[in-house]
């Protein structure tokens, strides 16, 4: 049954797993030579990364770090803080990262920018959901599972005010509850 706050299913379970198959195909095709750190954004993408690993028939390490750019609200708040940082060093690594959703791009940029200076020899980007219409600073994103109208989503790792990460769909939320 779907969540009373939820307005519509806008991903359904099916459609997950096939978009995370389709994804896992394309990096081990891409990273087949590389040893490689596949690195998720906290908390949002534990989910999507829990299954896409699974799924990445590959040799490769794990590692997570927390960047902040929301409060409890729906918009971002465009200044970026770095929560958690690696626990590898980057330096000389070809650094996969895996988020649940890219809006303004604000996270993401950062995150790259950061890691390259830190001298990571490759920075990609796999994100399940873009938002493309949001998007304020340039990004490239290189695996995209789905693009996202201008709603608010939750489900499949994704939050409002830390909840709905647990529902195994992607749902848009309805607007009562954060209005
Ligand atoms: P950005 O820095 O604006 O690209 O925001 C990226 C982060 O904002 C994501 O990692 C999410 O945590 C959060 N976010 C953006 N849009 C949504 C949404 O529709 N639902 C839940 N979280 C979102
Ligand atoms: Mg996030």
Redesign the pocket.
């Known amino acids: 049954m779907t969540h009373p706050n939820i307005e519509k299913v806008l991903v359904s379970q099916e459609k997950l797993e096939k978009i995370v198959n389709s994804l896992a195909k394309q990096i081990e095709i891409d990273y087949n030579d590389k040893e490689f750190v596949m690195v998720g954004?906290l908390k949002?993408?534990i989910v999507f990364m829990a299954d896409l690993m699974k799924k990445v028939n590959l040799d490769f390490t794990i590692d997570f770090m927390v960047a902040s750019?929301?409060g409890s609200g729906?918009e971002?708040s465009g200044k970026?803080k770095l929560l958690k940082d690696l626990e590898i060093s980057p330096e000389n690594k070809d650094i996969l990262i895996v988020?649940?959703?890219?809006?303004?791009?604000?996270?993401?940029?950062f995150i790259t920018n950061y890691l390259m200076t830190r001298g990571a020899r490759s920075v990609k980007i796999c994100t399940l959901?873009d938002?493309p219409a949001?998007r304020?600073v340039p990004l490239t994103v290189d695996y995209c599972g789905t693009e996202?109208p201008d709603?608010?989503?939750?489900g499949y790792g994704?939050?409002?005010d830390e909840k709905y990460r647990n529902l195994p769909y992607i749902g848009v939320?309805k607007e009562s509850v954060y209005a």
């Open positions: 954004l949002g993408s750019s929301y729906t971002s970026v988020e649940d959703i890219v809006d303004s791009g604000n996270t993401l940029n959901c938002k949001r304020k996202i709603e608010f989503i939750v994704l939050d409002y939320l």
